[in-house]
Every structure is written in structure tokens, then in C-alpha cells.
């Protein structure tokens, strides 16, 4: 049982235009999300966070939303690079003893020059 | 201030072999945790350690699979009988405190490839 969901693949954009990566999660218990790029042959980075106390986190072009009814967030990129190119990896954590991060799938991000 | 470091980066072993990944944190984090990617998916939490404890071992197979993290060196994954559903890319984070703010870095991995 998947709790954290990246239902697109993959996705294409052109340099400049904005990137929305999404990213649906059933655990209502998550109270606080994470994204990390991956570049092939590498670890994930960590790339910017929200808490649930929290609907909007924005880090330079990088702008995470939370919509907790939803429980949906997204990870707006504008405008985008083609460094930008990369998988992203939508995690989410609760307050557990491990306080473990559960991954989602990921999006393969293309950025086209 | 080096990151966290893996090795092997590669890792071959032919079914029934032993393989152990070895994962030195950052320096001054005490939290480590292993995650591991098969083809096509994303990471699966695996174990979480600090100094000598095992806190969180949910994400580990109940057997073959075993860590550590000892009061002095790396921390190690241990999967003993290999077998061909091994075959993976292992990841190590390492973090200074417990608590979800706290970000976890990562490492670049080892790919262990079972024969």
C-alpha cells in the first residue's frame, strides 16, 4: 500500500515555463512533507520541506504548496533550468519513534533547452 | 566538511554470497538510516540507527538483512545468502538529531548487483 503517490512518470517542460510536480499522500498522520532531487548514479538531495502547520514554503525559484484536505502538495519550478533535469522524490514523515521518511515513486523531470 | 560516504559504490555477488555496505555519516551526526531503491521505484525505508541502538528495523526483511552501527566506525548493512531480489541500490542518511526538521543527507549509494 503505497502511501505516498507521484502519479506521473515523468513529465516535459520547456526552459523558462514553469514545473508543477505533484504529489498525493492517504496518511493523514504526516505532518511534514519533504522533496529531494536525484541525479542519476547519485543520493537524493534534499531540496525543500513544508510542515502541516503550513500551506505554502518557497526557497528561491523552488515553491512547495500543501493542501491538507487534499492531502495533496505540488513543487512549483519557475522558471525552469535545464540543470533542473533531474527525478524528484516527494517524501513525507510523522512523528514516529524512527521518524522514517516514506518516499514516493518519483518524477523524472525534463527540461528542454 | 566531507558528506556522508559509501562503499563499495559497486558491489557484484553471485547468489548465496554475503555482502556488506558500509556507510561512514557526516561529521557530528549520530542518526543513520538505510534506505533502499529497486529498479523502477522509489526509496524504502529499511532501518534506523543511532550509536549502538537499532531504533527502527520495520523496513528491514526479517531475515538474511542485519545493521549496525557501532560506537566506533561505519555503520553496516549485512545481507547474507544473497539473492537475485537483492540487487538494488542501497542508501545511507545520516542526520545530527532525531526529529523530522531535521533534514537527512544522503549518500550516493552502493549498487549491489546479485548474480
Known amino acids: 500500500d503505497q502511501q505516498v503517490k507521484q502519479n506521473s512518470p515523468s513529465l516535459s517542460v520547456q526552459e523558462g515555463r514553469i514545473s508543477i510536480l505533484n504529489c498525493d499522500y492517504t496518511?493523514?498522520?504526516?505532518?511534514?512533507f519533504l522533496w529531494y532531487k536525484k541525479y542519476p548514479a547519485e543520493g537524493p538531495t534534499f531540496l525543500i520541506s513544508?510542515?502541516?502547520?503550513?500551506d505554502k514554503n518557497e526557497d528561491g525559484r523552488f515553491t512547495v504548496f500543501l493542501n491538507k484536505s487534499a492531502k495533496h502538495l505540488s513543487l512549483h519550478i519557475v522558471p525552469s533550468q535545464p540543470g533542473d533535469s533531474a527525478v524528484y522524490f516527494c517524501a513525507a514523515s510523522d512523528e514516529s519513534p524512527g521518524d522514517k521518511v516514506i518516499f514516493g515513486p518519483g518524477t523524472s523531470l525534463s527540461v528542454i533547452p | 566538511n566531507a558528506g556522508v560516504m559509501q562503499n563499495p559504490r559497486h558491489l557484484v555477488r553471485r547468489r548465496g554470497q554475503e555482502a556488506r555496505l558500509r556507510c561512514s555519516p557526516m561529521k557530528g551526526h549520530s542518526h543513520v538510516y538505510w534506505y533502499r531503491q529497486l529498479p523502477e521505484e522509489g526509496l524504502k525505508f529499511m532501518v534506523y540507527l543511532q550509536k549502538e541502538n537499532i531504533i527502527d528495523e520495520s523496513g528491514m526483511p526479517k531475515e538474511r538483512f542485519s545493521a549496525e552501527f557501532p560506537k566506533e566506525g561505519p555503520s553496516i548493512l549485512r545481507i547474507q545468502q544473497v539473492v537475485r531480489g537483492d540487487s538494488a541500490a542501497y542508501f545511507c542518511a545520516s542526520s545530527p538529531h532525531r526529529g523530522a526538521e531535521e533534514t537527512q543527507y544522503f549518500g550516493p549509494g552502493t549498487r549491489l548487483l546479485v548474480l
Open positions: 496518511n493523514s498522520m504526516f505532518d511534514y
Open positions: 513544508i510542515s502541516s502547520i503550513k
